[in-house]
């Protein structure tokens, strides 16, 4: 738990909290600073139940000195705390991690990174149902979890997350990858074919990020004069190694 502290030190907690206008207001609750490390080591010890999780939590949070509090405590203060401050905690820790030169993290000068999607399931509640949505049979009836669809911008070498955006099966890999591209600029982004399409084309290289996708299938050469940019081009894998120029 040191570690968690370590990366994600008491006073950028702080400073989220107050940036989001919340204050301890109820005498004897579980401060927000100690929610935010609550909620943080719930996703480190997904396995572990609230009791569990918080006794890891004694000996490094000045919140939760002596007995552990009891499980509604936990669910009504993480009520009170909601998503606003982790979502500022995470793009005030998020970023690169790679030192200059490190393996795998870089080519030819630019950071590799890489956009992808998966799913996280949500508890089974009427609010995340109608929010994210679930798979369903064809007569509607729920056949599993609802849930989350998140898209990254990931630091290839490292796996640190560098950005990321939430949703749900009502939202596609692509509008959540759009809002992304600022922050690739100046890196090289690879993505898989689901996101080769012109708008995803355009957003990223319009804000200064290079691109690796792998296309649906083979392009008539003459369909890439569409392409968003003059120094775009079809390549095979084989000229990896000679990317950077037009193949003759």
Same mark, same amino acid.
């Given at each position: 738990?040191? !570690?968690?502290?370590?990366?994600?030190?008491?006073?950028?907690?702080? %400073?989220?909290?107050?940036?989001?206008?919340?204050?301890?207001?109820?005498?004897?609750?579980?401060?927000?600073?100690?929610?935010?490390?609550?909620?943080?080591?719930?996703?480190?010890?997904? %396995?572990?139940?609230?009791?569990?999780?918080?006794?890891?939590?004694?000996?490094?949070? @000045?919140?939760?000195?002596?007995?552990?509090?009891?499980?509604?405590?936990? /669910?009504?203060?993480? %009520?009170?705390?909601?998503?606003?401050?982790?979502?500022?905690?995470?793009?005030?820790?998020?970023?690169?991690?790679?030192?200059?030169?490190?393996?795998?993290?870089?080519?030819?000068?630019?950071?590799?990174?890489?956009?992808?999607?998966?799913?996280?399931? /949500?508890?089974?509640?009427?609010?995340?149902?109608?929010?994210?949505?679930?798979?369903?049979?064809?007569?509607?009836?729920?056949?599993?979890?609802? %849930?989350?669809? !998140?898209?990254?911008?990931?630091?290839?070498?490292?796996?640190?997350?560098?950005?990321?955006?939430?949703?749900?099966?009502?939202?596609?890999?692509?509008?959540?990858?759009?809002?992304?591209?600022?922050?690739?600029?100046?890196?090289?982004?690879?993505?898989?074919?689901?996101?080769?399409?012109?708008?995803?084309?355009?957003?990223?290289?319009?804000?200064?990020?290079?691109?690796?996708?792998?296309?649906?299938?083979? @392009?008539?050469?003459? @369909?890439?004069?569409?392409?968003?940019?003059?120094?775009?081009?079809?390549?095979?894998?084989? @000229?990896?190694? /000679?990317?950077?120029?037009?193949?003759?």
């Amino acid at each position: 738990m040191g !570690v968690l502290t370590r990366w994600v030190p008491p006073e950028l907690v702080d %400073q989220a909290v107050s940036d989001c206008g919340r204050r301890d207001k109820w005498p004897g609750a579980l401060p927000a600073r100690t929610m935010v490390y609550f909620v943080l080591a719930l996703a480190l010890f997904h %396995q572990d139940s609230y009791d569990d999780v918080a006794e890891n939590l004694v000996s490094v949070i @000045s919140g939760l000195a002596g007995d552990v509090p009891n499980k509604s405590s936990f /669910t009504r203060a993480r %009520q009170r705390l909601g998503a606003g401050i982790l979502e500022t905690v995470f793009h005030r820790v998020a970023g690169p991690v790679a030192p200059d030169g490190t393996a795998g993290s870089f080519w030819r000068g630019m950071r590799v990174t890489a956009v992808d999607g998966f799913f996280l399931d /949500t508890p089974d509640t009427p609010a995340n149902r109608e929010a994210f949505g679930g798979p369903e049979a064809p007569d509607g009836t729920p056949l599993a979890f609802p %849930q989350a669809r !998140v898209v990254t911008l990931s630091e290839a070498g490292t796996h640190a997350v560098l950005d990321a955006r939430i949703g749900g099966l009502n939202c596609g890999e692509l509008e959540l990858a759009t809002p992304l591209a600022e922050t690739a600029r100046g890196m090289l982004v690879v993505m898989d074919r689901n996101f080769a399409v012109l708008d995803v084309w355009q957003a990223f290289t319009g804000a200064g990020a290079h691109l690796l996708i792998r296309a649906k299938a083979p @392009s008539p050469a003459a @369909s890439w004069s569409t392409c968003p940019t003059a120094a775009t081009w079809p390549a095979s894998p084989r @000229s990896a190694e /000679t990317a950077g120029r037009p193949a003759g």
